[in-house]
């Protein structure tokens, strides 16, 4: 009887070793897509504030260029007066 139960034992140890090892896997694997999919959602998101920055560049050039020709503009209308 006392058999029994040890082979009991070691049949459910290592029925749940297998599982464990086989569930761990699964996480694993699901967490390796996981982090292949959010790498590859970091490099689109990479390429727009790229994107997003030099366009804000041009703008802030256009911006500044027109400041300055406004003030000159301004500066020559005054000292002609």
Do not use: C, P
């Amino acid at each position: 009887m006392r058999q029994e139960f040890v082979n009991y034992g070691l049949e459910l140890k290592a029925f749940l070793t297998e599982l464990f090892e086989s569930e761990t896997e699964r996480l694993n694997a699901q967490i390796i897509i996981e982090n292949q999919t959010l790498l590859h959602e970091n490099k689109q998101l990479s390429l727009l504030l790229k994107e997003y920055e030099g366009t804000m560049d041009t703008i802030m050039s256009k911006f500044r260029n027109h400041a300055v020709r406004s003030i000159f503009a301004r500066f020559f209308l005054f000292s002609q007066k």
